[in-house]
């Protein structure tokens, strides 16, 4: 399995950008997919997550109502739209790939999931 990442870049506070994350190699008819974010000096943490299995779609609080995840099947990409952006919310973001399905509690576990793509830089700033 291979995550390519990209859309990140510097925006303004209340901004908006839209993250991809194209996924190949995947023979598996149930998995699950997720954003994660890493902040300079802090943990990684999950960001959303979309599970196959039922198309359940989970969020960190701190992300609720700003951020929605979405995958397009036929170009093989996961999203994340992001709005309201703010300063809090600059890091690198991540892509991670799990191998059957997640339950709801450990969705935002990172090591639940098998298979990472790059980072991809997300500046909110003035």
């Known amino acids: 399995v291979q995550l390519q990442a990209s859309g990140g870049g510097l925006v303004q506070p209340g901004g908006s950008l839209r993250l991809s994350c194209v996924v190949s190699g995947f023979p598996w008819d149930y998995y699950a997919i997720a954003w994660f974010r890493q902040a300079p000096g802090k943990q990684r943490e999950g960001v959303s997550c979309?599970?196959?299995?039922?198309?359940?779609?989970y969020y960190a609080d701190s992300v609720k109502d700003r951020f929605t995840i979405s995958r397009d099947n036929r170009k093989n990409t996961l999203y994340l739209q992001m709005n309201s952006l703010k300063p809090q919310d600059t890091a690198a973001y991540y892509c991670?790939?799990?191998?059957?399905?997640?339950?709801?509690?450990?969705?935002?576990?990172?090591?639940?999931?098998?298979?990472w793509g790059q980072g991809t830089q997300v500046t909110v700033s003035s």
């Open positions: 991670a790939f799990r191998i059957g399905a997640i339950t709801k509690p450990r969705w935002d576990w990172v090591h639940e999931y098998d298979y």
């Open positions: 979309l599970r196959t299995t039922d198309g359940s779609t």
